[in-house]
């Protein structure tokens, strides 16, 4: 009985009645089936493709099921790879402070 007041709940833009709502962008309505927040979708879908575009560093990835060996010979690598970046951004840095 308490969890049903706390409840949140919006009203669907396509068919006007109230739907639970997770506060997500993937929320859809429960009479319908449309989105509840179709801008917020596309917001993220937006940003998931900005990041995309943007790259960033991408480092090796450790996964916990990798036996000890391999874990190992990755972290090594991952340290590698920080340590050529960090080569790499000292490079930049010099550079800039150099050019004035």
Same mark, same amino acid.
């Given at each position: 009985?308490?969890?049903?007041?706390?409840?949140?709940?919006?009203?669907?833009?396509?068919?006007?009645? $109230?739907? &639970?709502?997770?506060?997500? &962008?993937?929320?859809?309505?429960? /009479?319908?089936?449309?989105? =509840?927040?179709?801008?917020?979708?596309?917001?993220?879908?937006?940003? &998931?493709?900005?990041? /995309?575009? %943007? @790259?960033?560093?991408?480092?090796?990835?450790?996964?916990?099921?990798?036996? %000890?060996?391999? %874990?190992?010979?990755?972290?090594? &690598? %991952?340290? @590698?790879?920080?340590?050529?970046?960090?080569?790499? @951004?000292?490079?930049? $840095? =010099?550079?800039?402070?150099?050019?004035?």
């Amino acid at each position: 009985m308490a969890d049903e007041s706390l409840i949140s709940t919006k009203k669907c833009p396509a068919c006007q009645q $109230w739907s &639970a709502w997770q506060q997500q &962008a993937a929320d859809r309505c429960k /009479h319908c089936g449309e989105l =509840l927040d179709p801008r917020a979708q596309q917001e993220a879908q937006q940003q &998931a493709a900005t990041e /995309h575009l %943007r @790259g960033g560093i991408q480092l090796v990835e450790i996964d916990p099921t990798d036996s %000890r060996t391999v %874990r190992f010979f990755k972290t090594i &690598a %991952r340290g @590698g790879q920080l340590v050529f970046i960090a080569i790499l @951004g000292f490079i930049v $840095w =010099l550079v800039t402070v150099l050019t004035g």
